[in-house]
């Protein structure tokens, strides 16, 4: 039984770290990858959200992507970045423990994602791309950013 695609076309994915998972987004949907990590805190915000950052005069919310996969918030370091991305006109900020690379998922590669991926629930993802050494979790980005 063969499984079905579920990606018509070769894309290309920035990958990086959360916890112990590897993901992608699909290149389209990021807007910039900051190293600024000053964020401030948004007190009575929702858990998952770290804070708001200051991009060029306009504030940016950032959500813990850890916490909002449901993984244990860890301390900022040097290695995390903000992948700036947007939803609706909206910028938001997705706080990543390290970006990995850029790359061109190749479609035969590509299949639907199963009922979880390292324990986070396969509801957040688009698809899983296989790659030689790793798999890569592809953010279904509206899911993660609803409420």
């Given at each position: 039984m063969t499984v079905p695609r579920i990606?018509?076309?070769?894309?290309?994915?920035?990958?990086?770290?959360?916890?112990?998972?590897?993901?992608?987004?699909?290149?389209?949907?990021?807007?910039?990858?900051?190293?600024?990590?000053?964020?401030?805190?948004?007190?009575?915000?929702p858990d998952y959200v770290r804070g708001v950052l200051n991009l060029r005069g306009q504030l940016?919310?950032?959500?813990?992507?850890?916490?909002?996969?449901?993984?244990?918030?860890?301390?900022?370091?040097?290695?995390?970045?903000?992948?700036?991305v947007r939803r609706d006109g909206v910028e938001v900020g997705l706080l990543v423990d390290q970006i990995v690379d850029i790359i061109t998922a190749d479609s035969l590669n590509t299949e639907p994602p199963p009922a979880n991926v390292a324990g986070v629930g396969g509801i957040f993802f688009s698809a899983v791309y296989k790659m030689e050494t790793a798999l890569a979790a592809v953010l279904d980005l509206d899911r993660v950013l609803e409420k």
């Open positions: 990606e018509a076309e070769d894309r290309d994915l920035v990958l990086f770290r959360s916890g112990d998972l590897l993901c992608g987004i699909d290149v389209a949907r990021v807007q910039e990858i900051n190293r600024n990590l000053d964020i401030t805190v948004v007190h009575r915000a940016l919310t950032v959500i813990d992507l850890r916490r909002k996969l449901g993984m244990e918030s860890v301390s900022i370091d040097s290695n995390m970045r903000v992948v700036v």
